[in-house]
């Protein structure tokens, strides 16, 4: 099981462009979910996914910061426009169900020059 | 809206020595609680989930739950230095259908040999 996988790893954007994000949750999970991390914020909720249904999208800025997952493999997060205060470390998590046990993975840090 | 905080916000023990941190959340409809650690730049590993009041052990970590107070411990016994890390805890409702773990900011934790 190769766990929660995100890419990339590690991006650096200048103001004003776009970053998009990649998860492909544990195989057979069934539900995504992504928060964001900084050191002043802590971990942030942002939107989560069951079945690749949109659920609850409470935690998203709403503008610039979108979310899909266009199947069962794969999310995606995209900034447009990025910030410096977008700059954070993009977690992504699975579970096999919008209740269960969450699985992280290693994050992606977003560097917004 | 669910607030969940943690205190304190850094904490330093000695190897061997027992280590207790605190969460208080603010929705006492809250029935599913888990405690997560991250070590520097990786993912979060979860420790113990717990669901009822009382107590649960996962190794060398106890969880302890009081609904009426609003409050969930975990304790560390004989923490190592390899216990070093951000630990997180996270609580949910699961009434809600699935809705995502919220997280406090944070303790930090350091074991000093």
């Known amino acids: 099981n190769a766990g929660v996988i995100q890419t990339p790893r590690h991006k650096v954007t200048g103001k004003g462009q776009e970053a998009t994000l990649w998860c492909e949750p544990i195989?057979?999970?069934?539900?995504v979910f992504w928060y964001r991390q900084t050191i002043v914020q802590g971990l942030e909720f942002l939107t989560y996914?069951?079945?690749?249904?949109?659920?609850?999208d409470s935690g998203m800025p709403k503008e610039r910061f979108s979310a899909q997952m266009p199947n069962q493999s794969h999310s995606t997060l995209k900034i447009q426009s990025t910030q410096p205060q977008d700059s954070a470390v993009y977690l992504c998590?699975?579970?096999?169900?919008?209740?269960?046990?969450?699985?992280f993975g290693e994050g992606s840090k977003l560097t917004v020059l | 809206q669910q607030k969940v905080q943690q205190s304190p916000e850094s904490l330093t023990v000695s190897e061997g020595a027992m280590a207790s941190l605190n969460c208080t959340f603010s929705?006492?409809?809250?029935?599913?609680f888990r405690w997560y650690r991250q070590h520097s730049g990786k993912g979060l590993e979860v420790l113990v989930s717990?669901?009822?009041?009382g107590e649960k052990e996962e190794g060398s970590f106890t969880a302890h739950l009081n609904r009426a107070s609003l409050h969930v411990f975990l304790h560390i016994r004989e923490p190592q230095p390899s216990d070093s890390a951000l630990y997180l805890c996270?609580?949910?409702?699961?009434?809600?259908?699935?809705?995502?773990?919220?997280f406090g900011t944070g303790t930090t934790v350091s074991v000093s040999p």
């Open positions: 998590a699975s579970s096999t169900s919008g209740t269960g046990q969450l699985y």
């Open positions: 195989s057979g999970h069934s539900a």
């Open positions: 996914f069951r079945n690749q249904a949109p659920i609850d």
């Open positions: 929705d006492r409809s809250s029935d599913n």
């Open positions: 717990i669901f009822s009041d």
């Open positions: 996270a609580v949910s409702s699961l009434y809600q259908g699935g809705r995502a773990l919220i």
